[in-house]
Structures are given as structure tokens and as C-alpha cells.
């Protein structure tokens, strides 16, 4: 069984119950749990310069496995989401 750890981009204007949706389709395997099983919390303090400086931040938030979040970047005048997810696959 592999683990995995991915970024994913929603427009700022997607509602979490929507991201949480998207992530239970994809992000988990179905031998292990029937959904997705990290636990995302969503930062809304602050908005960062781009999209690399948004990854550095979730790096730093991770404290420990499936420790997910999302935070607010900008990218072309628009604001995101980027979202830290991990999973088994």
C-alpha cells in the first residue's frame, strides 16, 4: 500500500461541505475505510502571495499524519484554496 500526500487548487469561492466532497472521491482507499479519513481544517487568517509560498505554509501547519489543511492564496488577481490532503492508495 502506497501513501500519498497531495496539493489540489478550488476556486476561494468553494464551499468546504463541496472541497470535502471532492477529496471523499478520490482521496482514500476503499480497502482501509469508505472515504476520505484526514482531517482538514480550513485556515481563512490569511491570504499568501502565490502558490508556492501556500505550500511552504502547509508544510509547516503538518504536525503529524492525515493532519490536512487548506489555505488562501493568490494566483493571477484570484483568490484559492490549496489543500494538503494524504491518503493510502
Not at 476556486?11 to 476503499?30: C, G, H, M, V, W
Not at 511552504?56 to 493568490?74: G, M, R, T
Request: one cysteine or more.
Amino acid at each position: 500500500m502506497s501513501h500519498l500526500i497531495g496539493y489540489k487548487s478550488y476556486d476561494s469561492s468553494t464551499k468546504e461541505s463541496q472541497i470535502l466532497r471532492d477529496l471523499n472521491s478520490f482521496a482514500y482507499d476503499p480497502q482501509e475505510s469508505s472515504g476520505y479519513h484526514g482531517n482538514l481544517t480550513f485556515h481563512k487568517n490569511a491570504v499568501y502571495k502565490d502558490r508556492n509560498e501556500a505550500v511552504q505554509k502547509l508544510k509547516d501547519l503538518v504536525k503529524e499524519s492525515y493532519d490536512d489543511h487548506a489555505v488562501l492564496y493568490i494566483e493571477n488577481g484570484k483568490e484559492y484554496w490549496l489543500v494538503k490532503y494524504e491518503y493510502h492508495c
